[in-house]
């Protein structure tokens, strides 16, 4: 691949802006279909309590309501989007295990009626002693969320890399400090919503706000005793997800029990405070970290622990442990660590994937460690970074393989975007700089066997049609996979069409989460168009006498390397492929995995984790009212390696994202728990940064090109949302000489701090 | 649990009626039952958390006998002016009512200017309505009408607890009125509030009357600092006549400080409202302090 690039990395605006902007895009509260009745959910209202008995029989007789249904009616089945860590029920049996737990669903010919219908059921409990923090959950004779899981521990992981102890024996300093990490809502501006059609033929089509089209058909099929061959799921548009969307609910379900048992479609839509408290949050995390060094200022070893607070069900719980022990070993070289985490129930909302998925909470740990040692060892947290970074080709303690590291550019570049030598330390009281760096799997390799297809068909007047599973969430998949099937056909991204995410029609992808749609169904795409391309330049290759592997598509024309003159259009040469007899549409099909050995499981062995991987650094630079304790997030300096962007536009859109949920984690954010009642799920009392708190941002490109990636591509989602937080919680300390260890930093905490250190 | 449900599930009679009168007709025979509605900003949303759930609305917004700002010694504001018009009438360029300016500004959100209106910021009775200490720092007297006749009488008298005025429910309120302030006046607003375009943490509203380096009067209210948006009476008393110089400045903000009334529930703590009121009184004061000084 000599050419110029023509369509990749190029900033496009994506395919749907238009739609978007203008307000025809459709999301699933769009969709309307003939007869279709309204769906609501009856929650708990108690976090822990036994099920004696649910009356409905008033609800069934309102006028307008046309099916009531509870835990009793529904099969004895547990989904769960891990399959050795299933414990939810769609709706709950005998038991409520936090304030919010589905307890019945009503659907009604208009929401009113519905919600009406949901105040007449009545619902008979026997209040069972709840637990609220995961520190109290393991203690001897805490009350068991789940009868079976001792101790609350639903999953664990113990895994050692190196030789620890000896490590820690031949440290010339070692710090021990410990941290907290609040929940965070995701809250994707477009609420959770599901419609479901059941056709005599014993179909059932669903649309959902999902990011798992493909999971969620298991799921549903496993719950609902219905073939997988006899179930669609489409994704719509979706509205944001950052994780959220990863996992069945129970609108799912019950849109789909309902349809199949009334025959008529049933639309779930959840509300604002149902998505708070009713779905998934970020895992908040007590950690600990042991960090042994040389003299040098070289990690040696560490030691890692973590208790997460799970909430009432396991969601991603085993992957989300894991995760965060794994990514310890990037982007430092760390040659011996000790990760112990454990995920806890309590009677509390649970908690799910999310940018990041456990990462940002171990990277604030380590990050903030960091900048602690740095200071404790009188050298700048930048150098310590550089000199702790892993590089491309070394041997990895945990055998991960890295074929592209940007980190080191990273760490310097964001230091020049923030002005760190001019700065750091140097600014008056109040003001700072502060920096963190991250590391980000795209997908992964050897965990599970994870793969995507794709299919391209290029017809005779040049339009190209894309089936991929990949699901679009606003991210900009499918303009991303769009531009790498035009790069490779040669043609312009207006001539593709992309037809995603319906496990009807396209072909299998996972969807969207750990950061892996870029590099997985990307190079999915880029396979069956290079079919397509093949094919085609056979036929051309004859009419201008030149050998295939010499030919370039570009542009809507194919012409001979180096002879630009020689060559033909797109338009001639699809007639000739079709005068010469060669059957219309040329469909070209492509599959990919990332690379694995044996066995696919790291908890086994040591081996890589993922095909590539992403590296970061971002800057902030704080002011610090004295006087109000308001923290101002002055400017943040995003440098990303993400190997070749496809889409430059679509990458800062996502570093710019990464800085506001940043801000948000650590400044303004918490979702506030008291006796498992959520006390702020509304948009109002939760508190999100607004535009008014938008920092200036100055992404900076590092390009790697990865072997791996599509056209040297390399994830840039979830990735950016490691550093922003700690980035900035590291500058409040260069500002007011003040470490945080827990999060969010708000005004009051800040004055309570500055007045116990004039003390 | 309030839970926003983003439904209206009750059902309520609507009227939009076109004069004051039909309104009182409508109020005295529906009252006790009904709510009237402007912008709808605080009402909606309180309907659909089930706050309210009145039998009839009475929809006040076209009423244009409502919406009027005129005068010269008595400065007389129609009740159903949205806050917008409000906010545009009182550029900064008009010195002594900076605060009000400032106070309607700081809400933000176009959409939400555009629909509020400055009768239902104050009649929704809220301690944290950002309107109301200015307003209270000019005196300001509000015109309550019903069929039986008409009232007229302080803010300051108007709010009786949280969410509560003593507003009787065959009543309208019809007119904000305010006296012509003094020359050398102009006055300030503080708020703070966790992220812009916030509900309030807490407000301060600052008038002076400077002359020279004497400060001949000082008014200071404060919002979500009390049940009820408060004035600090005790620490203007201390300004009134003085010459000022920082060290008054501070004791007066230590006694606006003790003077608040915070609640204790909530998530901000009592002590942290009392330390943002009187960081807020001195940012205010030196602001309108200085406005009125003509620069100086």
């Not at chain 1, 001539?495 to 590099?519: C, E, H, K, N, Q």
């Not at chain 1, 190997?643 to 801000?663: A, C, D, R, T």
């Amino acid at each position: 691949m000599e050419r110029e690039l023509t369509v990749v990395g190029n900033r496009m605006p994506m395919l749907d802006a238009a739609a978007k902007a203008k307000g025809t895009a459709q999301f699933i509260d769009d969709l309307v279909l003939p007869g279709m009745l309204h769906g609501k959910i009856l929650r708990s209202p108690l976090p822990h309590a036994k099920i004696l008995h649910i009356d409905t029989s008033k609800a069934e007789k309102l006028s307008g309501v046309k099916g009531v249904m509870t835990g009793t009616d529904i099969p004895d089945r547990k989904y769960g989007i891990v399959p050795k860590a299933k414990d939810e029920y769609a709706l709950a049996k005998t038991k409520v295990r936090y304030i919010g737990d589905e307890v019945a669903a009503v659907c009604a010919v208009d929401p009113e009626i519905a919600e009406e219908a949901l105040e007449l059921i009545k619902v008979d409990y026997e209040e069972l002693p709840a637990v609220f923090d995961p520190m109290e959950a393991i203690k001897e004779g805490a009350p068991l969320v789940h009868a079976d899981v001792q101790k609350n521990i639903s999953a664990s992981i113990r895994k050692e890399f190196g030789d620890v102890e000896k490590a820690f024996g031949e440290s010339d300093f070692i710090f021990e400090d410990t941290f907290y990490s609040q929940a965070v809502n995701h809250a994707p501006l477009e609420p959770h919503g599901a419609l479901a059609q059941y056709d005599p033929k014993g179909e059932l089509t669903i649309w959902s706000s999902t990011q798992i089209p493909f999971f969620l058909r298991r799921n549903l099929s496993t719950t609902l005793l219905v073939p997988e061959s006899k179930l669609r799921v489409i994704k719509p548009k979706v509205g944001g997800g950052f994780g959220q969307k990863v996992d069945m609910f129970a609108k799912d379900f019950c849109a789909c029990w309902f349809a199949m048992n009334i025959g008529r479609p049933v639309k779930f839509i959840y509300d604002r405070e149902e998505v708070f408290i009713g779905t998934r949050q970020r895992h908040p995390v007590y950690l600990s970290v042991k960090t042994g060094l040389n003299k040098e200022g070289n990690i040696l070893a560490q030691q890692f622990k973590a208790y997460a607070d799970g909430g009432a069900y396991n969601s991603t719980a085993p992957v989300m442990i894991t995760l965060m022990g794994f990514f310890l070993m990037i982007p430092y070289k760390v040659p011996n660590l000790l990760h112990e985490g454990y995920h806890v129930y309590t009677n509390k909302p649970v908690g799910g994937a999310m940018r990041g998925h456990g990462i940002p909470q171990a990277r604030f740990a380590v990050e903030r460690q960091l900048d602690m040692i740095a200071e404790r060892m009188d050298l700048d947290p930048g150098e310590i970074r550089i000199r702790n970074s892993i590089h491309a080709g070394e041997p990895h303690p945990a055998k991960f393989v890295i074929n592209t590291c940007g980190f080191v550019d990273t760490v310097k570049k964001a230091a020049e975007g923030i002005g760190w030598a001019q700065k750091r330390g140097k600014l008056p009281f109040g003001r700072g700089v502060g920096m963190a760096g991250g590391s980000f799997p795209s997908g992964v390799s050897n965990m599970s066997h994870i793969s995507s297809g794709a299919v391209v068909q290029l017809g005779r007047e040049g339009a190209v049609n894309v089936l991929t599973g990949a699901a679009d969430i606003g991210q900009g998949a499918e303009t991303v996979i769009g531009q790498i099937v035009a790069e490779e056909l040669g043609v312009l991204l207006e001539d593709v069409r992309v037809t995603a995410a319906d496990t009807g029609i396209t072909p299998l992808d996972p969807g969207t989460f750990g950061s892996g749609v870029t590099v997985r169904a990307g190079n999915a795409a880029r396979l069956a168009a290079i079919s397509v391309k093949n094919k085609l330049f056979e036929i051309v290759s004859e009419k201008l006498e030149a050998s295939v592997d010499d030919l370039v598509a570009e542009k809507r024309k194919i012409y001979v390397k180096g002879s630009p003159d020689k060559g033909m259009t797109l338009s001639d040469a699809l007639k000739a492929y079709q005068y010469g007899d060669h059957p219309m549409p040329i469909v070209g099909r492509g599959s990919w995995m990332a690379p694995t050995t044996e066995p696919t499981t790291l908890l086994k062995e040591n081996g890589n984790f993922a095909p590539n991987y992403s590296f970061m650094t971002q800057a902030a630079e704080v002011e610090v009212d004295p006087q109000t304790g308001r923290v101002k997030l002055l400017k943040m300096a995003a440098a990303h390696d993400c190997g070749k962007m496809i889409n430059p536009l679509l990458v800062e859109g996502q570093l710019e994202g990464s800085v506001v949920g940043g801000m948000g984690q650590a400044l303004y954010e918490d979702v506030i728990v008291e006796k498992g009642q959520v006390m702020n799920p509304s948009f109002l009392d939760y508190g999100f940064p607004t535009a008014m708190e938008m920092p200036e941002i100055e992404a900076i490109e590092v390009e790697t090109i990865d072997p791996l990636g599509p056209f040297g591509a390399k994830e840039a989602g979830e990735g950016t949302q490691v550093s922003p937080a700690p980035a900035i919680v590291n500058a409040i300390y260069d500002a007011i000489g003040i470490d945080f260890m827990e999060m969010p930093v708000t005004p009051e905490k800040i004055l309570k701090a500055l007045e116990e250190k004039k003390k | 649990m309030e839970m926003n449900t983003r439904i209206i599930s009750h059902e309520f009679e609507y009227f939009a009626p076109n004069s004051i009168q039909e309104t009182l007709i409508l109020l005295d025979q529906h009252g006790s039952e009904a709510k009237i509605i402007a912008g709808g900003t605080d009402l909606v949303s309180q309907m659909k958390m089930g706050k309210h759930t009145p039998a009839y609305i009475i929809d006040i917004k076209r009423i244009k006998e409502l919406q009027y700002i005129a005068g010269d010694m008595v400065l007389k504001i129609g009740a159903g002016n949205n806050l917008r018009g409000v906010m545009n009438f009182f550029l900064p360029a008009s010195v002594p009512y900076a605060g009000l300016y400032e106070s309607i500004r700081s809400i933000g959100k176009t959409q939400v200017l555009n629909m509020a209106t400055i009768g239902g910021n104050l009649c929704n009775g809220s301690p944290k309505a950002d309107t109301a200490p200015p307003l209270l720092t000019y005196d300001a007297r509000i015109k309550l009408v019903s069929l039986k006749g008409e009232r007229i009488l302080a803010l300051k008298d108007f709010h009786s607890g949280p969410n509560r005025t003593i507003m009787e429910a065959n009543e309208l309120m019809t007119e904000i009125q305010l006296d012509k302030l003094p020359k050398g006046t102009s006055s300030a607003f503080e708020k703070k509030a966790r992220v812009g375009a916030d509900i309030s943490k807490i407000t301060c509203a600052v008038t002076v009357v400077r002359d020279g380096d004497v400060c001949r009067s000082c008014r200071i209210a404060l919002g979500a600092a009390a049940p009820v948006p408060m004035r600090a009476f005790q620490a203007e008393s201390m300004l009134t006549g003085k010459i000022m110089n920082d060290a008054l400045t501070e004791e007066t903000s230590q006694q606006v400080a003790q003077e608040i009334n915070p609640p204790t529930v909530g998530r901000t703590h009592p002590e942290y409202r009392r330390h943002l009121a009187a960081v807020m009184f001195k940012d205010g004061f030196r602001r309108a302090w200085q406005q009125a000084g003509g620069g100086k």
